[in-house]
């Protein structure tokens, strides 16, 4: 967190304790943090050069005897801040003279400035991880069963946009839930409040940034097997991708993993059900996944349950919904309110 002024985890602990204690001495605090005296003192050494902490006695004491308190943080770190702040303003100010640039000069591109070509996984990754962290209110995105250059594991960046408010809405190919920690990464997606369907078939994979930036795969172009994307910054293709990417959400259906995955829902006046027994949330992770096409082997595997006990539970579903087929279960699953419609996403 205080990264920016050049403090360390170990440092930031210090400090943070210091904080809290008012002040201690180099042993109190070797104590709490479990450091030997020696490294301590270097580190107390740093933040008083950050001018962060200070001594409290000008006489000469043992190291593990001298006492530091802890400067204002307000006082301390605003400076800092302030700096970060400006170099911030600056740097926006930068880029906003470089986009007038662009934009003026537009217009005499030719087709290679506004489609590039990406050869190699490094690069593709690279660009793919650009795209989203890049982008500023909503990431739009095809998932197939085999990833180009990044799995849902390896793409550290749409934690990170989703952090800082970035909406993600997401198709994936059913065939990805039968990875072993297909549906870790999709359970993970769901709690950022992601928005997620699942389509039995997904043409491409795709992924746009904001509706102005898209980026999908092509054939190997460099060496056999090697990654290659295409890179789009024109507006009639992209918006061509936007149309591809509307068709494949509004028929695929939403995954709902426990009660609380309601952001791809619609908002309904909420539906009267019996009293009594109701379906618990492994409950609904077993009906979302069969109402999206997993046979109950593969929601056995991902829910890491007994086939018997998957089929029991269905079995209890419909009891509870006083049914005798699979297909008039998920029927009556929508009118007691157990599965809900979902939104069509706005085409704005």
Do not use: C
Not at 184 to 201: D, N, V
Not at 236 to 260: K, M, N, T
Not at 278 to 293: E, H, N, T
């Amino acid at each position: 967190m205080l990264s920016f002024v050049g403090l360390d985890e170990e440092s930031e602990e210090v400090y943070r304790l210091l904080v809290g204690l008012g002040s201690a001495s180099v042993a109190e605090l070797a104590a709490k943090l479990g450091l030997p005296d020696h490294a301590l003192v270097r580190t107390l050494s740093a933040l008083e050069g950050l001018g962060l902490v200070a001594q409290s006695s000008a006489a000469p004491l043992p190291p593990a005897s001298t006492t530091y308190v802890a400067a204002p943080p307000a006082v301390a770190l605003g400076a800092a801040l302030s700096q970060r702040r400006h170099e911030l303003s600056q740097a926006e100010q930068a880029i906003d003279v470089l986009a007038r640039e662009y934009r003026r000069n537009a217009v005499g591109l030719v087709a290679n400035d506004l489609v590039e070509v990406v050869l190699g996984a490094d690069a593709v990754r690279h660009r793919f991880e650009q795209l989203q962290l890049g982008a500023e209110h909503e990431v739009l995105a095809l998932v197939t069963a085999d990833p180009v250059a990044v799995s849902g594991r390896d793409n550290l960046a749409e934690p990170v946009a989703v952090a800082r408010g970035v909406a993600y809405r997401v198709v994936i190919e059913r065939g990805t839930l039968d990875a072993p920690d297909g549906m870790s990464h999709l359970a993970a997606a769901l709690e950022r409040q992601e928005q997620i369907r699942i389509a039995q078939r997904v043409p491409t994979k795709l992924i746009l940034a904001d509706r102005s930036l898209a980026m999908l795969p092509l054939r190997p172009l460099a060496a056999p097997g090697e990654p290659s994307a295409l890179v789009i910054r024109a507006g009639g293709p992209v918006e061509a991708l936007v149309g591809l990417f509307h068709s494949v959400w509004e028929q695929a259906l939403p995954l709902r993993l426990s009660q609380a995955d309601q952001s791809d829902l619609v908002d309904e006046p909420p539906v009267v059900v019996e009293s009594g027994e109701q379906p618990d949330d492994v409950d609904l992770q077993i009906l979302s996944m069969l109402l999206v096409g997993m046979t109950d082997v593969s929601v056995a595997k991902q829910l890491d349950l007994g086939l018997r006990t998957v089929q029991r539970r269905v079995k209890r579903l419909m009891d509870l919904a006083e049914v005798t087929t699979r297909m008039q279960l998920g029927w009556h699953a929508y009118e007691r309110g157990w599965v809900s419609r979902y939104r069509t996403l706005p085409r704005t």
